[in-house]
Nanobody
Framework: QVQLVESGGGLVQAGGSLRLSCTASGRTFRTSAMGWFRQAPGKEREFVAATKLSDGRTYYAGSVKGRFTISGDSAKNTVYLQMNKLEPRDTAVYYC??????????????????WGQGTQVTVSS
């Protein structure tokens, strides 16, 4: 089993920045990718960003590309999401995810076996 602990959520004004962190513990030896999904009230959960830990390759949803940056530290089993130029539409619960290896698309929910408890991000207008 792998446990994911997120931190860094909160309330920010539009145009501001937040940085989310997520650290994995437990049986992480098979983890090859980590990332973030989010779910806004009344909406379906959606992919935000992911990174392949071995080579640092990154993947982004179109809605956050250019504003959000994901980075990973494989030695610490930690992933970060730097969120800049936040907009009210970014308001959601953000979930950290990790896989057990073998991911291909890196953007699909089914590729991730472990999910954090979620951290609230609220952007006021």
């Amino acid at each position: 089993q792998v446990q994911l602990v997120e931190s860094g959520g909160g309330l920010v004004q539009a145009g501001g920045s937040l940085r989310l962190s997520c650290t994995a513990s437990g049986r992480t030896f098979r983890t090859s990718a980590m990332g973030w999904f989010r779910q806004a009230p009344g909406k379906e959960r959606e992919f935000v960003a992911a990174t392949k830990l071995s080579d640092g390759r990154t993947y982004y949803a179109g809605s956050v590309k250019g504003r959000f940056t994901i980075s990973g530290d494989s030695a610490k089993n930690t992933v970060y999401l730097q969120m800049n130029k936040l907009e009210p539409r970014d308001t959601a619960v953000y979930y950290c995810v990790s896989d057990r290896g073998g991911s291909y698309y890196y953007t699909r929910e089914y590729e991730y076996d472990y999910w954090g408890q979620g951290t609230q991000v609220t952007v006021s207008s």
